[in-house]
Protein backbone atom coordinates (compact mmCIF):
# COMPACT_ATOMS: atom_id res chain seq x y z
CA UNK A 1 0.00 0.00 0.00
CA UNK A 2 0.78 3.66 -0.26
CA UNK A 3 3.35 5.06 2.61
CA UNK A 4 3.69 8.85 3.95
CA UNK A 5 4.35 10.81 0.97
CA UNK A 6 5.69 14.63 1.37
CA UNK A 7 6.10 17.50 -0.95
CA UNK A 8 8.00 19.29 -2.57
CA UNK A 9 11.27 17.19 -1.78
CA UNK A 10 13.27 19.49 -2.14
CA UNK A 11 12.50 23.20 -1.55
CA UNK A 12 15.08 26.48 -2.01
CA UNK A 13 14.02 30.08 -0.74
CA UNK A 14 15.44 32.71 0.25
CA UNK A 15 15.72 34.24 3.56
CA UNK A 16 12.52 36.05 4.62
CA UNK A 17 9.71 34.14 2.45
CA UNK A 18 7.40 31.65 3.51
CA UNK A 19 7.62 28.28 2.74
CA UNK A 20 4.77 25.44 3.17
CA UNK A 21 5.77 21.25 3.09
CA UNK A 22 2.80 19.16 2.68
CA UNK A 23 2.76 15.22 4.36
CA UNK A 24 0.18 13.05 2.88
CA UNK A 25 -0.07 10.09 5.68
CA UNK A 26 -0.98 6.39 5.41
CA UNK A 27 -4.58 6.49 5.29
CA UNK A 28 -6.47 5.11 7.81
CA UNK A 29 -3.84 6.55 10.43
CA UNK A 30 -4.65 8.61 13.02
CA UNK A 31 -1.96 10.17 14.15
CA UNK A 32 0.61 12.32 12.52
CA UNK A 33 4.07 13.60 13.41
CA UNK A 34 6.55 16.58 12.08
CA UNK A 35 9.95 15.85 12.56
CA UNK A 36 13.07 17.81 11.57
CA UNK A 37 16.38 16.50 11.16
CA UNK A 38 19.31 19.27 10.39
CA UNK A 39 23.07 18.66 9.61
CA UNK A 40 24.71 16.50 12.12
CA UNK A 41 21.69 16.15 14.43
CA UNK A 42 19.42 13.79 15.40
CA UNK A 43 15.60 14.15 14.49
CA UNK A 44 14.13 17.27 16.67
CA UNK A 45 10.40 16.59 17.39
CA UNK A 46 8.29 18.83 16.25
CA UNK A 47 4.66 18.61 16.21
CA UNK A 48 1.70 15.86 16.78
CA UNK A 49 -1.17 15.58 15.79
CA UNK A 50 -3.47 12.69 17.41
CA UNK A 51 -7.12 12.53 15.87
CA UNK A 52 -9.89 15.37 17.24
CA UNK A 53 -7.44 16.29 20.29
CA UNK A 54 -5.46 19.26 20.44
CA UNK A 55 -2.16 19.33 18.69
CA UNK A 56 1.55 18.81 20.63
CA UNK A 57 2.77 22.13 19.40
CA UNK A 58 6.08 21.59 22.26
CA UNK A 59 8.66 21.07 20.17
CA UNK A 60 8.08 23.75 17.38
CA UNK A 61 11.44 25.97 17.77
CA UNK A 62 9.25 29.50 17.48
CA UNK A 63 6.24 30.99 16.42
CA UNK A 64 6.95 31.58 12.86
CA UNK A 65 6.40 27.53 12.89
CA UNK A 66 2.56 26.35 12.59
CA UNK A 67 0.97 22.93 10.99
CA UNK A 68 -2.82 22.26 10.60
CA UNK A 69 -3.98 19.20 9.43
CA UNK A 70 -7.10 19.23 7.49
CA UNK A 71 -9.95 16.61 7.88
CA UNK A 72 -7.52 14.23 9.95
CA UNK A 73 -5.62 13.38 6.69
CA UNK A 74 -3.16 15.99 4.99
CA UNK A 75 -1.22 18.31 7.09
CA UNK A 76 1.14 21.46 6.16
CA UNK A 77 4.08 22.65 7.70
CA UNK A 78 4.39 26.29 7.56
CA UNK A 79 7.61 28.50 8.39
CA UNK A 80 7.16 32.04 8.13
CA UNK A 81 9.91 34.65 7.41
CA UNK A 82 12.43 31.66 6.93
CA UNK A 83 16.25 32.27 8.21
CA UNK A 84 18.76 30.58 7.11
CA UNK A 85 18.92 27.95 10.39
CA UNK A 86 15.59 26.50 9.08
CA UNK A 87 17.65 24.88 6.59
CA UNK A 88 17.14 21.19 7.48
CA UNK A 89 15.25 17.74 6.45
CA UNK A 90 11.77 18.01 7.75
CA UNK A 91 10.33 14.83 7.82
CA UNK A 92 6.59 13.62 8.40
CA UNK A 93 5.81 10.21 10.10
CA UNK A 94 1.99 8.68 10.47
CA UNK A 95 0.92 5.66 13.01
CA UNK A 96 -2.20 3.85 13.10
CA UNK A 97 -3.18 5.35 16.45
CA UNK A 98 -0.66 7.67 18.41
CA UNK A 99 0.02 5.04 20.68
CA UNK A 100 3.82 5.18 22.35
CA UNK A 101 4.30 1.79 21.15
CA UNK A 102 2.75 2.49 17.90
CA UNK A 103 5.81 1.80 14.84
CA UNK A 104 5.80 5.42 13.20
CA UNK A 105 5.93 5.34 9.41
CA UNK A 106 8.15 8.08 7.89
CA UNK A 107 8.15 9.82 4.47
CA UNK A 108 10.89 10.34 2.84
CA UNK A 109 11.37 14.04 3.56
CA UNK A 110 11.58 18.05 2.26
CA UNK A 111 14.93 18.95 2.04
CA UNK A 112 15.01 23.20 2.99
CA UNK A 113 17.51 25.10 1.60
CA UNK A 114 17.03 28.40 3.03
CA UNK A 115 19.62 31.10 0.92
CA UNK B 1 14.61 16.96 29.75
CA UNK B 2 14.79 13.46 27.99
CA UNK B 3 17.69 12.75 25.91
CA UNK B 4 19.52 9.95 23.88
CA UNK B 5 23.01 9.16 23.27
CA UNK B 6 24.46 7.39 20.97
CA UNK B 7 27.78 6.68 21.74
CA UNK B 8 29.20 5.65 18.42
CA UNK B 9 28.43 8.95 15.39
CA UNK B 10 30.83 6.17 12.64
CA UNK B 11 31.84 3.08 13.03
CA UNK B 12 33.62 1.13 9.97
CA UNK B 13 33.56 -2.64 9.72
CA UNK B 14 34.74 -5.38 7.83
CA UNK B 15 32.17 -8.16 6.16
CA UNK B 16 31.14 -10.85 8.94
CA UNK B 17 32.41 -8.65 11.88
CA UNK B 18 29.83 -8.69 14.64
CA UNK B 19 28.43 -5.15 15.77
CA UNK B 20 26.98 -3.48 18.54
CA UNK B 21 25.56 0.15 18.97
CA UNK B 22 24.83 1.84 21.81
CA UNK B 23 22.07 3.52 23.00
CA UNK B 24 21.70 4.90 26.30
CA UNK B 25 18.11 7.26 27.49
CA UNK B 26 17.87 9.61 30.64
CA UNK B 27 14.39 8.91 31.40
CA UNK B 28 13.28 6.93 34.55
CA UNK B 29 10.09 6.01 33.80
CA UNK B 30 8.39 3.33 31.84
CA UNK B 31 9.63 3.52 28.18
CA UNK B 32 9.08 2.53 24.39
CA UNK B 33 12.02 2.27 22.71
CA UNK B 34 13.17 1.68 18.74
CA UNK B 35 16.01 1.48 16.57
CA UNK B 36 15.28 3.11 13.36
CA UNK B 37 17.27 2.62 10.14
CA UNK B 38 18.34 4.44 7.39
CA UNK B 39 19.33 3.00 4.34
CA UNK B 40 21.62 5.34 1.76
CA UNK B 41 18.35 6.90 -0.54
CA UNK B 42 15.33 5.67 0.96
CA UNK B 43 13.13 6.76 3.92
CA UNK B 44 13.88 6.04 8.23
CA UNK B 45 12.40 2.61 8.82
CA UNK B 46 11.86 0.78 12.08
CA UNK B 47 14.66 -1.63 12.64
CA UNK B 48 12.86 -3.33 16.16
CA UNK B 49 11.20 -1.63 18.86
CA UNK B 50 10.90 -2.73 22.57
CA UNK B 51 7.49 -1.93 24.54
CA UNK B 52 6.92 -4.82 27.02
CA UNK B 53 7.77 -8.64 27.86
CA UNK B 54 10.88 -10.55 26.68
CA UNK B 55 13.74 -7.48 26.86
CA UNK B 56 15.93 -9.25 24.17
CA UNK B 57 13.99 -8.14 20.79
CA UNK B 58 14.59 -9.52 17.30
CA UNK B 59 14.13 -7.44 14.51
CA UNK B 60 14.35 -7.96 10.70
CA UNK B 61 17.77 -9.03 8.84
CA UNK B 62 19.16 -10.34 11.84
CA UNK B 63 19.53 -7.22 14.35
CA UNK B 64 18.38 -7.87 18.00
CA UNK B 65 18.57 -5.44 20.82
CA UNK B 66 18.10 -5.45 24.58
CA UNK B 67 16.67 -3.85 26.76
CA UNK B 68 18.69 -3.15 30.26
CA UNK B 69 16.26 -1.38 32.74
CA UNK B 70 19.30 -0.27 35.41
CA UNK B 71 21.60 0.64 33.15
CA UNK B 72 19.17 2.25 30.93
CA UNK B 73 20.21 0.89 27.50
CA UNK B 74 18.73 -0.63 24.88
CA UNK B 75 22.17 -1.51 22.70
CA UNK B 76 21.60 -3.04 18.94
CA UNK B 77 23.44 -5.94 17.61
CA UNK B 78 24.17 -8.17 15.11
CA UNK B 79 26.81 -11.25 15.57
CA UNK B 80 27.85 -10.86 11.53
CA UNK B 81 27.30 -7.80 9.19
CA UNK B 82 26.93 -7.48 5.62
CA UNK B 83 27.76 -4.81 2.81
CA UNK B 84 24.11 -4.19 3.00
CA UNK B 85 23.85 -3.15 6.15
CA UNK B 86 25.81 0.22 5.49
CA UNK B 87 23.56 3.00 6.77
CA UNK B 88 22.62 5.31 9.28
CA UNK B 89 20.84 3.95 12.88
CA UNK B 90 18.80 6.10 15.34
CA UNK B 91 17.55 5.32 18.47
CA UNK B 92 15.10 6.25 19.70
CA UNK B 93 12.34 6.56 22.89
CA UNK B 94 9.05 6.99 23.84
CA UNK B 95 7.90 7.83 27.30
CA UNK B 96 5.62 5.91 28.41
CA UNK B 97 3.04 8.03 29.18
CA UNK B 98 3.62 10.95 26.71
CA UNK B 99 1.69 9.53 23.76
CA UNK B 100 3.32 9.33 20.66
CA UNK B 101 6.28 11.44 20.37
CA UNK B 102 9.81 10.34 19.91
CA UNK B 103 13.03 11.21 21.52
CA UNK B 104 15.90 10.38 19.38
CA UNK B 105 19.72 10.07 18.79
CA UNK B 106 21.70 11.40 16.64
CA UNK B 107 22.55 8.73 15.14
CA UNK B 108 25.30 6.13 14.06
CA UNK B 109 26.73 6.21 10.69
CA UNK B 110 27.61 2.27 9.89
CA UNK B 111 30.18 1.66 7.14
CA UNK B 112 30.66 -1.96 5.83
CA UNK B 113 33.63 -2.56 3.69
CA UNK B 114 33.49 -6.00 1.33
Known amino acids: GAGVSQSPSNKVTEKGKDVELRCDPI?????LYWYRQSLGQGLEFLIY????????KSGLPSDRFSAERTGGSVSTLTIQRTQQEDSAVYLC?????????????FGPGTRLTVL | AQSVSQHNHHVILSEAASLELGCNYS??????LFWYVQYPGQHLQLLLK??????LVKGIKGFEAEFIKSKFSFNLRKPSVQWSDTAEYFC????????????FGRGTQLTVWP
Open chain 1, 93 to 105: ASSPAGQGSDTQY
Open chain 1, 27 to 31: SGHTA
Open chain 1, 49 to 56: FQGNSAPD
Open chain 2, 27 to 32: YGGTVN
Open chain 2, 50 to 55: YFSGDP
Open chain 2, 92 to 103: AVNRGSTLGRLY
